[in-house]
């Protein structure tokens, strides 16, 4: 009888995000700040690309991942901002075509992967920088550094892949309704009138060993990094170290908590209750607070970024003065 009904459901070609609508007022005051945000993490983030291109002082394994890192968060927040402001502006549920939601899907996936990744190889560099500093231009050569880059987006490819080829296979056929601002999987899966197993058991394992695989490496890495700033004989120094690390373990701590929870721990309905707000910290506040925490606390790129600055005021001025 089952079977029958689900052969009479028709398919549905589009799914509606349902996002934050319905929150009246608040839906405005949502806008502004989510725009505020994107704007700040787009200029934010392409300012760093551009001081460590344009400073040759920053050609180190440091500032080329955290350039890349910069760049990748571009691209994350540009995957999903953009129709949850959409969302936000007009007060209602936007749709979405089933093959542009398994795209958003596909390219989150691959740039989270990506990302934890990356924040593992950050943290191996800053251990062996710190803990390791006579091996550092061996052990972190232009070559290493590279692999480590290619790495991160093979491994998010490749695993994303094989997830998308196993959803194109899904059948959905109603309701439509996404309760969450952008096409994350675990509501997608809710929809799906065909069974789900085989790809929620590859989600879990692929999570267990992307999310928490790196964070053990970052974790290990930080522990190293703080017995070794333990043992510094300069109280300076040792402050200075101290409170930059502390501030990266910080970021790097809600990113890796957030996603545990939304991808690992039991899916209980206390937890699928706030998985939406959860998902805005990985998403949306991680690449805000990046740029800030790992480049505007460095002196080194404080200075570079003063000089772009100014570059770019110069430049102004001088087109401004063309004009007229």
């Known amino acids: 009888m089952a079977k029958t009904e689900q052969e009479n459901q028709t398919d549905i070609v589009a799914f509606h995000l349902l996002g934050f609508v319905g929150l009246g007022n608040l839906q405005v005051l949502l806008f502004c700040l989510f725009l505020v945000i994107y704007i700040i993490t787009i200029v934010g983030n392409i300012l760093i690309v551009l001081v460590v291109i344009t400073d040759s002082h920053l050609h180190t394994p440091m500032y080329f991942f955290l350039s890349n890192l910069s760049s990748l968060e571009i ?3 540009s995957n999903i901002l953009p129709m949850m402001l959409a969302n936000l502006l007009y007060g209602r549920k936007r749709s979405i075509s089933i093959t542009g939601c398994m795209m958003q899907y596909y390219f989150f996936g691959i740039l989270g992967v990506a990302e934890c990744c990356l924040l593992g190889a950050m943290s191996y560099d800053r251990c062996v920088a710190i803990c390791k500093p006579l091996h550092y231009t061996i052990l972190m050569n232009g070559r290493i550094c590279l692999q480590f880059i290619i790495g991160s987006w093979i491994n998010g490819l490749f695993v994303k892949s094989i997830v998308l080829y196993l959803i194109r296979q899904l059948k959905f056929c109603g309701p439509s309704e996404i309760n969450h601002f952008f096409c994350e999987l675990n509501p997608i899966l809710k929809l799906a009138c065909s069974d789900t197993h085989i790809i929620e ?12 695989l790196p964070f053990f ?3 290990a890495s930080y522990i190293f990094i703080i017995s070794t700033i333990m043992r510094m004989s300069s109280v300076s120094g040792r402050k200075k170290v ?4 502390s501030s990266h373990l910080m970021v790097v701590s809600i990113f890796y908590s957030t996603l545990m929870i939304v991808y690992i721990f039991p899916k209980t309905d206390g937890l699928r209750n706030i998985n939406k707000v959860l998902s805005l910290f990985y998403t949306i506040l991680t690449p805000l607070f990046n740029p800030l925490i790992y480049s505007l606390r460095n002196r080194e790129v404080k200075e570079a970024l003063k000089k772009v600055v100014a570059k770019l005021c110069t430049i102004g001025r001088m087109y401004h003065h063309n004009l007229a």
């Open 201 to 212: 058991v590859l989600t879990f394992f692929i999570s267990a060993l992307y999310i928490l």
């Open 217 to 219: 490496l970052t974790l």
């Open 75 to 77: 691209c994350y927040s």
């Open 242 to 245: 101290f409170s930059t690390c």
